[in-house]
């Protein structure tokens, strides 16, 4: 993660606001050099939340009961349970000793074919494979994101250096995960934190949708590795570019390869390395870029055309 929590003893650790509902406040014995004390400590909040479409349950993921609404939206919209924020009405969260329910509504059409592919994905945090049924039904087929515009590297650095600074739920309790939205300029439009890597990207890609974003035009970066999920959901939701903190795993990179996304792993304030489609990234400025570019775009769509 890139936003690391004062040391223990610090000014700011001694007294930790938990007034949120992502955070709880916890009593915790402190050792620093010689030192032996009792504190509050803000810890990150991680409960059950079962997401349960036309009245038939679903999945229960582990989550931070924080921007539930934008997860509800960003894992149907991620898993391929609807393909529209229209589709999707979140009816009642409800919250009880057992954790948080979220009622939803989905078309009939989709909820016929949801039953389909019906799995269990109890017990660990934002796994979205977890209980899948079949192989099959884990690796399906990517769709292939559309063409983006270029990012140049400066602007990825600006981004990560943004999304440093917009972590409060992560400076607070040093145990959650972020994915931002930047525009093409490197820009943080938009975050979100959760103890789940998977959770935080479908929090954003919900908070996409909702606000209209269209996913052509920026770029996503996550506080984590790139693993085939991470890369899935991107490119489900017409993300182009995703680039993490850590590493990809080789099924992600195949699948990036596969979906036209461009994948960056080791994303840091100086450098990274691009998997996938490097053509969507310009290292330098300059008219050879643009030329860079062109030859690129060129070289894909003669290979698409050899495969067709």
Not at 24 to 48: K, Q
Not at 215 to 224: C, E, K, M, Y
Not at 225 to 235: C, G, I, L, Q
Request: proline share 5%.
């Amino acid at each position: 993660m890139s936003t690391q929590r004062p040391l223990p003893g610090s000014e700011r650790d001694a007294e930790p606001e938990a007034d949120r509902a992502g955070a709880v406040r916890r009593t915790v014995r402190r050792r620093r050099g010689a030192n032996v004390r009792e504190a509050l400590d803000a810890i990150a909040a991680e409960v059950p939340v079962a997401l349960i479409y036309n009245d038939t349950p679903f999945a229960v993921m582990m989550a931070t009961p924080e921007d539930l609404a934008d997860f509800a939206l960003g894992f149907s919209l991620s898993e391929g349970i609807v393909a529209s924020a229209g589709e999707l009405r979140v009816e009642e969260i409800a919250t009880s000793l057992e954790g948080i329910s979220l009622r939803l509504s989905i078309p009939d059409e989709r909820a016929a074919a949801l039953e389909q592919r019906r799995r269990n994905l109890q017990g660990r945090s934002g796994c979205g494979v977890c209980g899948t049924e079949s192989i099959e039904a884990v690796l399906r087929p990517p769709p292939r994101v559309g063409d983006s515009a270029p990012v140049r590297a400066r602007a990825l650095q600006r981004a990560l250096r943004e999304l440093r600074q917009r972590q409060p739920l992560n400076a607070l309790t040093g145990a959650t995960h972020a994915a931002g939205w930047a525009d093409a300029h490197g820009r943080v439009l938009l975050v979100r934190e959760d103890v789940g890597r998977h959770n935080a990207l479908d929090k954003l890609i919900g908070a996409m949708s909702a606000a209209g974003i269209d996913p052509l035009r920026g770029f996503a970066v996550v506080t984590s590795r790139a693993s085939y999920e991470m890369a899935m959901k991107a490119a489900q939701a017409g993300i182009a570019l995703l680039a993490a903190i850590s590493a990809p795993t080789a099924l992600a990179i195949a699948l990036a390869q596969a979906a036209h996304l461009t994948l960056i792993g080791f994303a840091r304030d100086d450098g990274h390395a691009v998997y996938t489609h490097a053509q969507r990234l310009l290292e330098s400025d300059g008219l050879e870029d643009a030329a860079h570019l062109s030859r690129e775009r060129d070289a894909d769509r003669d290979a698409t055309e050899s495969n067709s």
